[in-house]
């Protein structure tokens, strides 16, 4: 079983979409997130829609507590 970890988005979609483009060629069905989603790209909403439609498992990075609290 192949799983893609990713990490570091900070909230940049352009480079996401690329990046599950690629996870997605590679036939690669489990994808695991070990934070920070957002952060300093202007789209976060869209990243984090993103993770939740392709059921990725994502862990909250330091960048994500500090949105949340």
């Given at each position: 079983m192949k799983?893609?970890?990713i990490s570091d988005i900070h909230a940049n979609l352009e480079a996401f979409e690329e990046v599950l483009k690629d996870i997605k060629?590679?036939?690669i069905k489990n994808i695991l997130c070990a934070g920070d989603?957002?952060?300093f790209g202007?789209?976060?909403n869209?990243?984090?829609k993103l993770v939740k439609?392709?059921?990725i498992v994502s862990v909250k990075g330091n960048f994500d507590v500090?949105?949340?609290t």
């Open positions: 799983i893609a970890l060629k590679r036939n989603i957002v952060g202007a789209n976060p869209e990243c984090c439609d392709n059921n500090d949105v949340i």
